[in-house]
């Protein structure tokens, strides 16, 4: 009998809910307005000005939007009683605790509050299930109070359909432990809900990882595999996964903690991955950070989420070569200090007098400056080339409203530089110098740059005794300048060598005086479909030339991409009109040259065409027009890769990135008909070899 009372009891059918407000009615109905933000009766659906709202029920429900992000206001209910133990609702709209709420009040006190999911530009005006548990206070009477009293971006709340209910609805904690080692294997679906994930070590209770993760719902086929490499561990340890999903939401239970799984498997054999190009292994990538040759070894650190397609989770990621080219993936340098503490953007060097003197056993310490956004420039240095990284006990070294600090030996002063972004007022650069690393002293500032500066030294062209410094921005434009260890003094206006999908490039430090190596971003060249997004640049030489109106850059694929080549043809002095080329193979290196006629001329390649319109003097490669000749002979190297394109004009004078469908992987070379016969008088189209390095290095 007791048995069958307990059944029932756990298989009673829940009571009907109680919708307190569905806000579909013309007017609020009893709750008590100030403000302009709410109006003066529930919104229908999106207001003039506002992303497109969804996920509410019915036509009507509160949205602050009313005037813009700006107004503020507040709504208060009618006093009802409790009936029952959850109380469920729609919410969504800005994150702002304190000010932007739905809040439960008994006794003129607040017993519940909530508040939405947007805290940075972009997000969604998608309304989610949520709930309060008032178990305990059944049968007391409260009211409820909506609040907007915050201006600006995200400052508005969505609610709809407050209603009691036996049963809530809307994520609840769930935990899970698992027996993993080094690695979790996660599966990811890009566009399902972001949630935050949190790994612990069981026993300790040590935050192993703690990440927003947009986890494969359970049915469906995850978008792709991921790892978390949660250092070294002897497996079996035991895990605790926490995070928040709906009831019987069995998502956790797909993450897999053996050492070998599909996070780390098959990976560079996709039909996408890019073959000289490097790419992330899992995730998304962003600005290159740290590159720095270490006598050996040229590294690649960059700004990494590698449990997303898109931006997030900002790690740096980290990769060797002793080419440029074939690279072995490394674990992840540097990871959040904290959830929303960032490792964004910066640089490396090596600090061969060990000014520092944290270098070990005679052997110099590489040294790395990086924006934690929690707190401010930081210092770390590592010992062991790379792999494990300590903070300097001082960090930040430097505390301001900006980010990315490029450091560089200044010879002359025997000075450490930081030449790093500040926003304080403006979009400029601030110019620190240092003996050690560690104290650091503000020497200028310098008005027009915006994020990720590099400051580099080349000879002067006019006196190679000489120095000119270079000064490069975010956004591709450099300033050509002097430099005396305190401040850059540009010596004429912006130029641009770069165009296209690159951003955020950064140069080598330690290489020899002469090798200026430039990486920059290919942003905006998408692999979609594939477990990774974003790419690197081809590596180019960089040099200061001569130009009519002052010295300025050049750029050419590093000498290094000829040791990737395969197969060859060369064919020399022939008409373009009816010749076609193979470009079937994966990756090649077109070099081309050709007599500038009287008609249009150029050549097709498998989604791009060039074309020389020598009317205009100018050269358009896609949609990017070019200064070009208007007579003589015209000379282009061309980069083919999956998912992108880069070309070279005449010596490195202009260089362009551009995106190509990373599908397209076969396909020919073709001639533009002009009205003169095209006068090839050399073209030479090479395979090049796969760069990457399929394995992992070891795990720290
Ligand atoms: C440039 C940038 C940097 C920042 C990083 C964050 O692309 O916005 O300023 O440090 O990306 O990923």
Redesign the pocket.
Known sequence: MTTLLMLLCLYQTPRPDIVFADFEGPHYQGWILSGTAFGLVPARGTLPGQMQVEGYQGKGLVNSFLGGDDSTGSIVSPPVKVERPYLNFLIGGGYNADHLALRVIRNGKTIASATGPNSQPGGTERLAWNHFDLSAHQGAEVKFEIVDFVKGSWGHINIDQITFSDKPKGDLPVKRTLAAGSFLHLPVKTGATMRRLKVFEQGTGKTLADMDIELCPVGEEPSFWTFADLGKRNFPGQVILETRLEANDKSLDRILGTEEGPGRQNWFTEPMRPLVHFTAPKGWL??PNGLVFDGKNYHLFY?HNPYGWN?GN?HWGHATSTDLLRWTDQPEALAPRKHGD?A???SAIIDKDNTSDWGEKGKAPMVLAY?STGRGECIAFSNNEGLTWTEFDGNPVVKHRG??PRLLWHKPTKKWIMAV?NEDKGNVLHVYSSPDLKRWTFESELKDLY??PDLVRFPDPADIQKDLWVLYG?DGLYWVGDFDGKRFQPKGPKQRLWHGNF??AQTFTNLDDNRVVQIG?G?GITFPGAPFNQQMAIPVELSLVAGKTGPRLRALPVRELKGQIQSKIVKESFPGQNASFDLSGGAQLVDISWKVGTGETGLRLPGLTIRQDPKAGKLFVGKVALESIKEGTLTLQIVLDRGSVEVFTQSGDQAVSLARDPKLTKGILTFLPGDSSMEISRLSVAELAPGRNPRFGPTK
Do not use: I, L
């Open positions: 962003n600005d700004q931006w900002m960032w964004f953007s910066g924006t980010r990315d972004f994020e990720c975010a951003y955020a971003w942003q």
